[in-house]
């Protein structure tokens, strides 16, 4: 009796648009799916700094390095707020990375493609990062206060990734020839895994429904996907780049692009760790932890004298 008014007044505190927060009671699936989801999303933003991490020795300019650095040390920032946010809900970060580092955590698939060439700079920010805020923003609104606060941030961030992403597509698209191919190289390439970043079809996604209900997720996965595809189709015209479906084309009457079929069986295999750069991934995160280590002693053993009155 008392556990069905406690869902009920819970349900009711989400439909009023009231944000739950760490204190709060919660059902258990609740905490379950948002650990999942938060986790899942810090996971993707501590690997997606792998495959730019790659391009900052080779920028071709002294600004496109600092830009491209300052990026990367945004998602750091964005893996730490999020993970900050999952310990509210009662789980210890050396567990969730013990997760990742052991591949039992998933992280987003599209960090496990590889990254060839400049121009994927420039398709990673642009399209990546568009997908990425497209799904994030409603993210802001999500009914978990702590999520949804880190949430305003990211997203404000994401939006400077995209841009200098788009500006990077610009400025190739209007080059040389070479530099023309190897833009639409990149989106040829990065535009398919952009469209699966937003998950299964609804008809698919065993998560949705609930998540709908709970207001952690206020739109579902192909709702997301079509508004990104209607955002950037105008976009890749703009610069001369030519999307790569051939059944891309308006629908005057839904005021939407149809667009071709999604190859979910390549989506499940790079989710399941067998994509082009799933193990390469996993073992530079799990180098980056341990070259770490140090760090993480020496603020442990600080912490300790500071105790102990050692240190003012
Ligand atoms: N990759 O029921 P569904 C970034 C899994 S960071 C891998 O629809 P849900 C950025 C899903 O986890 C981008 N797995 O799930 C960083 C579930 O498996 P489990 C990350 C995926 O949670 C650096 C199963 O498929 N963004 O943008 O309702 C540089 C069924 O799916 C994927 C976030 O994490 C995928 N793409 O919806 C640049 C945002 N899609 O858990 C950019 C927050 C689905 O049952 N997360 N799966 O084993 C979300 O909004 C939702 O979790 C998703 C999936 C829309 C991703």
New binding site residues.
Partial sequence: MLRIDLEGHFQEKIDREERIEAKDWMPEAYRKTLI??IS??AH??IV??LPEGNWISRAPSLKRKAILLAKIQD?AGHGLYLYSACETLGIDRDELLNELHTGKA?????FNYPALTWADMGA?GWL??GA?IM??IP?CRTSYGPYSRAMIRICKEESF?QRQGYEIMLTLSRGSTVQKNMAQDALNRWWWPSI?????NDSD????AQ?IKWKI?RFS?DELRQRFIDMTVPQAELIGLKIPDPDLKWNEERKSYDFGKINWDEFWNV?KGNGPCNKQRLRDRVKAHEDGAWVRDAAVAYAEKKRSGRVN
Avoid: C, W
């Fill in positions: 999942r989801q899942q999303h993707s933003e997606g700094m998602e998933k992280y987003s698939s599209i990673i990546v990062d990425a799904n994030q993210l990734h699966m970043m937003f998950g299964p996604s065993t998560h949705s998540s997720k996965n989710v």
